[in-house]
């Protein structure tokens, strides 16, 4: 119930390509769905989030697309450079449990020039 | 800098020892959070606090684990009796309480030899 599963667990890009990362999880309670990039030796750093009143967002590069009936959702980042080469976690949490979030298993991205 | 900090930033120890990490959250967050991570997972979450109050803990956190926030300012998590199991990075995150949104520290990573 508390899980929430993401894939790939690596993706290799080249520079102006758009990876994709998905997430999918069971808790129907989950109403807050936030995305961090973290650098080696750092902690995570939250790169956007969403809620499921909506379908999609986005911010400067990075897209979140919603899809409340599948229960899934999905990292976009458009004209990835290399400087975004990072690992991303999903991540999710009912805003009632004093948002502890469950995060997904991560993702490491490389966006070779 | 206003962000979260924590220290030390890495510790080595003896298996059996003692350790204690400290957090200072963003200033005018009320919330506070830790959050154990492994190599190549995401970040799972400990226990947290609301200004003083410790309002949840995980199964993760044994006995051998404790952790308090006094004046609902810093927080202090203290592991006793070191296990190599142990050997971590440990993540400190704070919100303000309307938004939930979580912004974590740089981590102190722990090696128990």
């Known amino acids: 119930q508390q899980q929430v599963k993401q894939s790939p667990q690596s993706l290799i890009v080249q520079k102006g390509g758009i990876p994709i990362i998905n997430c999918a999880y069971e808790?129907?309670?989950?109403?807050?769905f936030p995305w961090y990039q973290q650098f080696p030796g750092k902690g995570p750093a939250l790169l956007i989030a969403i809620r499921p009143d909506v379908s999609e967002k986005k911010e400067g590069r990075f897209t979140i697309s919603f899809n409340k009936s599948a229960k899934q959702f999905s990292l976009h980042i458009m004209d990835s450079q290399p400087g975004d080469s990072a690992t991303y976690f999903c991540a999710a949490t009912p805003q009632t449990s004093g948002s502890r979030l469950t995060f997904g298993e991560g993702t490491q991205l490389t966006v070779n020039p | 800098d206003t962000g979260v900090s924590q220290d030390p930033r890495h510790k080595i120890t003896k298996r059996g020892q003692n350790v204690t990490f400290r957090c200072d959250p963003i200033s005018e967050h009320n919330r506070l959070y830790w959050y154990r991570q492994t190599l190549g997972q995401g970040p799972e979450f400990l226990t947290y606090?609301?200004?003083?109050?410790?309002?949840?803990k995980s199964r993760l956190l044994s006995d051998r684990f404790s952790a308090e926030r006094p004046k609902g300012s810093f927080s202090t998590l203290e592991i006793q009796r070191t296990e190599q199991g142990d050997s971590a990075m440990y993540l400190c995150a704070s919100s303000l309480l309307s938004t939930g949104e979580l912004f974590f520290g740089e981590g102190s990573r722990l090696t128990v030899l």
């Open positions: 808790n129907t309670a989950f109403d807050y």
């Open positions: 606090f609301q200004n003083e109050a410790q309002l949840e």
